[in-house]
């Protein structure tokens, strides 16, 4: 007799994702024992959330990304929140997840939206119009409407170190006829673009260079900044770690000798009476 427990239970969650039984573990298929020593880490990603196993080139180019953008420093915001919130007695798990929950629009979700922005111009370039005179067009618009151009710029590198090797590394895929190299014109013409709209170089920092290998590679750009976090995890895993081993209580974003700037109402008598 069939159990209606166990049936609505398996109508309630449904996955393609894994088959998982006593004495069996499968991704999309494969066994895990079979997997495990044969495929990388990256390609254990991309098996996950495309479905299939990637070319060794293709999950090489993924790993590229991945590495790239693991760390930014202790003052980028997120591995900031990591090493005090390691500093307050909550566990790593606690550490990682405060720092996680701070990558948004505007830190750390660049990525997301250069993907996002280069479909658009993709777009423009399939209804006719040139890669140059796509995003010409593109980026003219926005900046007239005062947006920033995400994915490009740096308030510390005149050169993004890690661009030019990205698109060097997109550029040997494409002479292995890995990826089409379409998004890596486009984020050169996006460059181009910025430079001559407004006067100075803006340069492509990672999270344009990483956009253009997740679009070159064939992931949607609603995975930008979930494929972002995977990277920068290992950096704050890292920083969270090394607060530990430093010690420290109650570590707040400067040193207390460094005070901060109080724009209030002088000080004042509180009324007699209340
Ligand atoms: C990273 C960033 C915050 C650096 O900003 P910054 O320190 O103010 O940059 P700069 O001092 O070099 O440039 C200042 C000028 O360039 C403009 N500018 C800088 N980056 C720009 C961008 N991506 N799009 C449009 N204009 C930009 C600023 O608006 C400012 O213009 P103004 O002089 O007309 O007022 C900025 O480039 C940015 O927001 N980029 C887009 C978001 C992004 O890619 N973030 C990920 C960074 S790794």
Redesign the pocket.
Known sequence: MSDPTAEAMERWWRTELIDMKPGIIRFRGYAIEDLIGRISFSAMIWLMLRGELPSEGQADLLGAALVAAVDHGPQAPSIAIARMAATCGVGINSAMASAINALGDVHGG?GQQAMELYDTIAARIADGASVEGAAHAEIGER?AAKR????????FHPTDPRAPRLLALVEEARVAGLVSGRYAEIGVAVEAA?ESL?GRR?PM????ATAVIYSELGFPSALGRGLFILSRSVGILAHTWEQTQQGGRIKGPAPTSVGYGYDGVAPRPLEQGR
């Open positions: 660049a900046l920033l151009i995400e994915g490009f710029g740096h308030r910025l407004k803006l920092n990672i999270d344009g």
